[in-house]
């Protein structure tokens, strides 16, 4: 019985550490930035299946990846921030009009990386094995690739909360998600720490694809489950609050350790029904203003 | 408003193009290929979907993704009644059955911040892409389900009715009160809420109306596939092409989902075979593109250019 | 008979305090001023009688029936309208259709598009502005889109009608001409309420006078009474 608990808890904390991680990658995008990127799964599925390809074709350590895809994916989100969603925040007339287009020109990102996914690597469902080896805790065994990956997601977790709260950007960028034009006024670049934090969240996505592809089959359709579990989490945890986020990935998680030990299959069912109790309850999230 | 001054002239002989068009259309099943039947259906209902997303989120800016989910249902429906009821019927319910779904859907988020109602339509349809998956797995044993078969043409006539039933809902819509109060409700809200207009009312009956004609478009489409499981009925390009057309075209004149529905669905007829992946590419690129230079689409693009060749903006500034 | 009255109505804004325990009547054909500095309140107080805001505590009644609660939609058809501080007409819109919105959906009574075209364009005539009925409505001046919210808010035939600020950025002439609409409007049968900075319209215009400062009630009274209490000049003066 203790067994069972422990089995469960366990799982769910392993689940919880990636969608806290990928919860954390879009409430920087969109508690800082502004934009509710409908396309971040996407980057998670860039990431696992890069990750797929290094290892496969050319015997690359996944761990290793995160040193590539990780930067590279910043890089990327750095860059499509400064191109379109720049343009957009100059072009709409209020922020409620900024949200709808930036939303929509993530829509149309979602397509377009998921299509030259699939151009690249075909629909097939792909995987691969790598520390797949058991490890016994407490009677349960557990891989030890998802050990790494519950490793990897809470030490990425802590390392960009230290970065949040001790260094002079990452004091910019809570200013930023306080109040951009005040942020502003008070002598931050606004423009660079929105293009920042998007590519941070890009990358925050890939490293989670990265750590997901060593635990779990990939293939390039993969990404919207993903980015709506992101959004649950990001609602849970409250609009732009990043320790929000990170909570409320790892209950999210637990909850679908448990959901999925009785009815698998219904978790992201259960994650709806949440969702909308939220929604209808409190929607500023658990930590939301 | 972006509409093009019509003088009394210019309706009558808009209103004698499009009886003449419609009489074309209801007879073409008789002298046509069955290609060309085939194709006209798909893009009937294109059009279908992108008026009716346009027909909702056009006025009030609240921007829905479940389009897909709607269609969705109208398949299922079609799968699991098709061979029990007659057709019509069935396209019947499957209209309701969707209204229903925008009923709960609308009550629930339409009252929230704008957002909220996004993000739910976009979750909307991996919930039901699962709720159904689970379903099948646990109590049907198989995944997916026949259709009935139903033929070309019985296809083509029941989709132009509900084409023609859109279309002239879309504009009754706007020429009467709740159009104009669709679009105070898009513009100022707290105003529309203030001078008498039940905004949440209003909002949650036209999102229900809009996914009525997506519902019913669904269930005569799933005729055309012969097997559907969740994944096929469920597919988030149903949700992305629709604002795509209706936002390239330009969301706001009547005709603007209708000319970008045409389009696309003619770009994609054309491209579907030979590039699968590559066309979807290129819309995705088409959206962003609108989204960043196209703000009133097609149509308002076409404005500027006639306004500008006979010599300045009309009206004011 | 008091046609609008409030007891103890207060609000939170998360810490801060916005109303505190305000206690107000308007008796019916008055028409009562609202003055306060900046932040006193006096806009939010409009918010929580249209029902834009809940109070939290408080109580808000109309024609002796308990509104708290209700909806501002539900609000305006019992009779009671309000204009904004910032304006809130329907810019693409042209004025007469701003106005007729107002008729159709103010009152519980249907009218045919016809009916409220015309009622629209007697609105527009009654405020002066029927030569730009046509017009969208963001291509007015600031005055005339004032002129159009009070349009609107007539439309839809209330009892008590709130005016937030309609003299703010207005010339004299403007003023005085405004201060003439008010007088008319309340010719009517109107009872009024209105907010208002600028002093002389508003002890000319108003039978009495409710002054607010930090959300609460700190004076009360004619405009003579309030022109020469010691505390309203401090409160003022000592800003």
Avoid at chain 1, 102 to 124: H, P, R, T
Avoid at chain 2, 110 to 130: A, V
Avoid at chain 2, 261 to 274: G, N
Wanted: glycine letters at 10%; one cysteine or more; proline letters at 3%.
């Amino acid at each position: 019985m203790i067994v069972t608990i422990l089995d469960v808890v366990i799982a769910g904390l392993l689940l919880g550490g990636l969608y806290a991680l990928i919860a954390m990658g879009l409430s920087l995008q969109y508690g800082v930035a502004r934009v509710l990127n409908i396309s971040h799964g996407e980057f998670i599925m860039l990431g696992a299946l890069t990750t797929w390809m290094l290892y496969t074709a050319f015997g690359i350590n996944p761990l290793l990846c995160l040193v590539v895809c990780g930067p590279l994916a910043f890089i990327l989100g750095f860059i499509l921030h400064r191109t379109i969603y720049k343009r957009l925040s100059v072009i709409s007339a209020t922020p409620g009009i900024f949200e709808g287009n930036s939303m929509l020109a993530s829509f149309g990102l979602l397509f377009i990386i998921q299509n030259l996914a699939l151009i690249a690597w075909g629909s097939k469902i792909k995987g691969y094995s790598y520390l797949a080896v058991p490890v016994d805790l407490g009677g349960a065994l557990f891989g030890a690739n998802r050990l790494v990956t519950l490793g990897f997601a809470v030490l990425i977790g802590v390392a960009f909360y230290i970065f949040l709260t001790q260094t002079r950007l990452g004091k910019a960028i809570r200013a930023a998600a306080q109040d951009p034009s005040t942020a502003g006024l008070l002598g931050v670049n606004i423009n660079l720490v929105l293009a920042l934090c998007f590519g941070l969240g890009a990358a925050m996505a890939a490293c989670a694809g990265m750590l997901i592809s060593m635990s779990y089959p990939v293939n390039t359709v993969m990404g919207m489950e993903y980015t709506v579990i992101a959004i649950i989490v990001v609602v849970l945890g409250g609009l732009g609050s990043i320790p929000g986020s990170f909570i409320g990935g790892f209950i999210l998680g637990l909850i679908g350790s448990i959901v999925t030990y009785f009815e698998p299959g219904l978790a992201l069912v259960a994650y709806y029904i949440i969702f909308t109790i939220l929604l209808l309850l409190k929607p500023t999230g658990l930590m939301g203003k | 408003m972006n509409k093009l001054t019509l003088t009394s002239k210019n309706f009558l002989i808009l209103r004698i193009i499009l009886l003449v068009g419609l009489i074309i259309l209801v007879t073409l099943p008789f002298y046509a290929a069955i290609y060309t039947t085939i194709f006209l259906s798909t893009i009937f209902m294109y059009i279908v979907l992108t008026s009716s997303w346009a027909m909702f989120s056009g006025p009030t800016a609240q921007i829905s993704l479940a389009t897909a989910a709607f269609f969705g249902v109208g398949i299922y429906i079609a799968a699991t009644l098709g061979t029990i009821m007659p057709l019509l019927v069935v396209v019947l319910i499957g209209g309701l059955v969707s209204a229903a779904l925008a009923l709960f859907v609308g009550g629930l988020t339409l009252r929230l911040k704008g957002i909220y109602f996004t993000i739910f339509t976009f979750g909307l349809l991996e919930l039901m892409k699962n709720l159904l998956l689970w379903f099948e797995i646990k109590f049907t044993g198989t995944r997916g389900r026949f259709v009935v078969v139903v033929d070309y043409n019985t296809v083509y006539f029941i989709m132009l009715a509900i084409l023609v039933l859109t279309l002239l809902t879309a504009y009754l819509i706007r020429q009467s009160k709740y159009g104009l109060a669709l679009q105070s409700i898009g513009e100022q809200e707290e105003a529309a809420e203030h001078i008498g207009i039940n905004v949440t009312l209003v909002k949650v009956f036209t999102f229900a109306i809009s996914a009525f004609f997506i519902g019913a478009a669904g269930t005569i489409m799933a005729t055309r596939w012969t097997y559907v499981d969740p994944y096929i009925a469920f597919n988030m390009n149903f949700s992305f092409t629709p604002v795509l057309m209706a936002i390239f075209g330009g969301i706001g004149p009547l005709f603007g989902p209708v000319l970008g529905a045409i389009i696309f669905a003619y770009l994609e007829e054309i491209l579907i075979t030979q590039f699968p992946y590559y066309y979807m590419l290129l819309f995705g690129m088409v959206m962003v593109v609108s989204v960043l230079y196209l703000p009133n689409g097609l149509i308002g693009l076409i404005q500027k250019w006639r306004a500008r060749a006979t010599g300045g903006e009309h009206g004011n500034s | 008979m008091a046609i609008l009255e409030g007891e103890g109505v207060t609000k939170y804004f998360g810490g801060l305090v916005a109303v505190s325990d305000v206690d107000f009547h308007v008796d019916q054909g008055e028409i009562v001023g609202l003055i306060g500095p900046n932040g006193a309140g006096k806009t939010t107080l409009f918010g929580l009688i249209s029902a834009a805001l809940v109070p939290k505590p408080g109580l808000i009644r109309f024609k002796g029936e308990n509104i708290t609660g209700l909806k501002p939609h539900q609000i305006c058809r019992k009779g009671l309208a309000r204009t904004f501080q910032s304006v809130k007409i329907f810019p693409n819109m042209p004025v007469i259709s701003n106005v007729a919105l107002g008729v159709h959906f103010g009152t519980p009574e249907r009218v045919t598009s016809a009916q409220a075209v015309e009622e629209a364009a007697r609105l527009l005539e009654f405020v002066g502005l029927s030569a730009m009925a046509a017009i969208p409505a963001k291509d007015l001046t600031l005055v005339n889109q004032k002129l159009l919210e009070v349009a609107r808010a007539l439309a839809t035939k209330p009892e008590v009608l709130l005016l937030d600020e309609i003299m703010a950025g207005l010339n004299s002439t403007e003023i005085a001409q405004a201060m003439e609409l008010v007088s008319k409007i309340r010719a009517q049968g109107i009872t009024i309420f209105m907010i208002e900075h600028v002093m002389k319209a508003i002890m000319s215009v108003c039978d009495r006078i409710m002054v607010l400062h930090h959300g609460k009630k700190i004076a009360e009274g004619t405009p003579q009474e309030i022109a020469t209490s010691e505390t309203v000049i401090k409160v003022y003066l000592g800003e």
